[in-house]
């Protein structure tokens, strides 16, 4: 029915010479990207919310979730998120993109060390003001997270068709495919 991947970037220390450019064109054109203000985060999720009702009605399997119930969800691991790794990019006061990535939580159950963070989600408003916007949040989380002490980002859960796909490929390799599959029942 479908196929999704997960991609692993091993160097967080890479920068993108082109990244620059677009990063410019979007300071330009009034775009502003910051961190997650944690003592605001019941604000913060709502303008995360507007942007995810809106970027993600086109995806394969896309099914609508209100407001309370996306926040309720959200609100349950706000302890394990760091502010410092999800980025909104706002223009004239409104939300228009964010990236949100978490520790791999997996490696500390594993009696491991966390060195690799997991790149959950990259969401931009659509229209031509916000072309490049992806990369740019992507290029500044890998960063933060290299200046963070990690090592190594998974992106995480990608459909074959969506864009992310497209921001991954630069930086990072295949490491895992997923395929949802179907099946007709008798009625």
Do not use: W
């Not at 502003?32 to 203000?37: F, K, P, V």
């Not at 909104?88 to 009696?111: C, H, K, S, T």
């Not at 031509?128 to 002490?149: N, S």
């Amino acid at each position: 029915m479908a196929e999704y991947y997960s991609a692993l970037n091993t160097d967080l220390g890479k920068i993108d010479p082109r990244i620059a450019r677009t990063e410019s064109r979007l300071r330009e054109a009034g775009m502003t990207i910051r961190h997650l203000r944690a003592d605001q985060f019941l604000e913060e999720l709502r303008k995360i919310y507007a942007v995810s009702a809106i970027s993600f009605q086109s995806n394969y399997l896309y099914t609508p979730l209100e407001e309370a119930d996306f926040i309720a969800q959200y609100r349950q691991i706000e302890k394990r998120i760091d502010p410092r790794l999800v980025l909104l990019a706002e223009r004239d006061g409104g939300p228009v993109g964010y990236i949100f990535a978490i520790p791999d939580l997996a490696q500390a159950q594993r009696g491991e060390a966390i060195d690799t963070v997991i790149v959950k989600t990259v969401a931009v408003l659509p229209g031509r003001t916000q072309a490049g916007l992806g990369a740019v949040m992507l290029e500044k989380i890998h960063h933060t997270a290299h200046t963070l002490g990690y090592r190594r980002a998974i992106h995480a859960l990608m459909h074959e068709t969506n864009k992310s796909r497209n921001l991954s490929d630069h930086s990072a390799q295949t490491m895992r495919r997923y395929t949802l599959f179907e099946r007709k029942l008798a009625s």
